[in-house]
């Protein structure tokens, strides 16, 4: 490995300890969207936020080392933009199984 | 006739993570000067000045996004034959085959890895 790529990968895992670091934060947000779902509620804003947190974790997330987070998150992301393409609020078995990989992608943080 | 070297880029992506691991995949990595816009609308203000070799692409971005871009780009002169790589999240295949058919040079996935990237944008860049 050159010096150059030396360099890249220590500043490579700077920028990952500064993403672990504002994941908390990220995920707790997620959840307040998540939360506006739930049940008998479905708000549309929460839905397209949460699809573009989704879309970003999935996209940086393995490029940091975190592979399954990036899966989960995709995974989420694919039904949760099939939902808000259908228009409307969901079934109550298609809220469950959004639910189902909400939970999947929680679990790939630990 | 030698082909021109790749020298600058220019990246729209609209997620400040991204932003910075891609400029640590172009720059550092792989030697290229990058300039890096957030939105669709302030790369159609820098390309004129920046006059970039390659235009990289996110797809989904707010207010303009990559398919907008890019058709956008189009329209200008200094950018109706750029080389143009859209770099997204995973899709569906016709949507690969849409960026295609629009003139894209190539797709690239996200998430990539830093320390190719460089690597895999040139020999994109050798083949075209």
Redesign the interface.
Known sequence: MNDEKIAAVKKLQSLKNKFCAKLPARIREMERDIALLRDNAWDGEAALRLHMELHKLSGTGASFGFGKVSERAHDVEEYLSALIKSGGAPERSQKKALFTLWDRFTKSFH | MPKQPLQKILYVED?P??Q??AR??LE??G?FTVYICTYGREALGVVTQFKPDLIILDV?M?DMDGVSTFKALRKLETTSSAPVIFLT??VQPKEVAEYRKLGALDVIF??????TLADVIKKIWEKR
């Open positions: 997620d993570d991204i910075e691991i640590l995949a550092e990595v030697g989904m707010p999240a995973k996200k998430p990539f890895d830093p320390l």
